[in-house]
Nanobody, 123 residues
Framework: QVQLVESGGGLVQAGGSLRLSCAAS????????MGWFRQAPGMEREFVAA???????AYADSVKGRFTISRDNAKNTVYLQMNSLKPEDTAIYYC?????????????????WGQGTQVTVSS
C-alpha cells in the first residue's frame, strides 16, 4: 500500500521559513514526478511546485524565488523549502506522487496523495 506522509508544517511569522518533508512508502518514486499542492480555507487546491526524477522543477508564479523543491531518491522523499513566507501562504500543504515523469502542474496527473500538513503564517 502506497503512503505519502508529510511533516514539517507549523506556525511561523511572516518572513520566516519552514521545510516540509514527504516520505513515500509502499513503492519507489525515484523515476517519477512528485509535487506539492496547497489548499487555503475556502479556496480550491492549487499547484505549488513539482520535480522530476532527475531534478527538473516547476513552480507556481506565486512562490517562485521563495520556495525550493528538492528530492532524495535514496530516501524516497521530497522536500519543500519555504522562505520569506507570507500570510497568503497559509494553507494545508499536500504532497503528491505521479506515475508519470514530467514536472506536472495538474491534480489529475498525480496518482497518490498525502493527508496534508498545516502551514500557518502570521502577520
Amino acid at each position: 500500500q502506497v503512503q505519502l506522509v508529510e511533516s514539517g508544517g507549523g506556525l511561523v511569522q511572516a518572513g520566516g521559513s519552514l521545510r516540509l518533508s514527504c516520505a513515500a512508502s509502499g513503492r519507489t518514486f525515484s523515476g517519477n514526478a512528485m509535487g506539492w499542492f496547497r489548499q487555503a480555507p475556502g479556496m480550491e487546491r492549487e499547484f505549488v511546485a513539482a520535480i522530476t526524477w532527475n531534478g527538473n522543477t516547476a513552480y507556481a508564479d506565486s512562490v517562485k524565488g521563495r520556495f525550493t523543491i528538492s528530492r532524495d531518491n535514496a530516501k524516497n522523499t521530497v522536500y519543500l523549502q519555504m522562505n520569506s513566507l507570507k500570510p497568503e501562504d497559509t494553507a494545508i500543504y499536500y504532497c503528491a506522487a505521479s506515475l508519470m515523469v514530467a514536472p506536472l502542474r495538474r491534480e489529475y496527473e498525480y496518482h497518490y496523495w498525502g493527508q496534508g500538513t498545516q502551514v500557518t503564517v502570521s502577520s
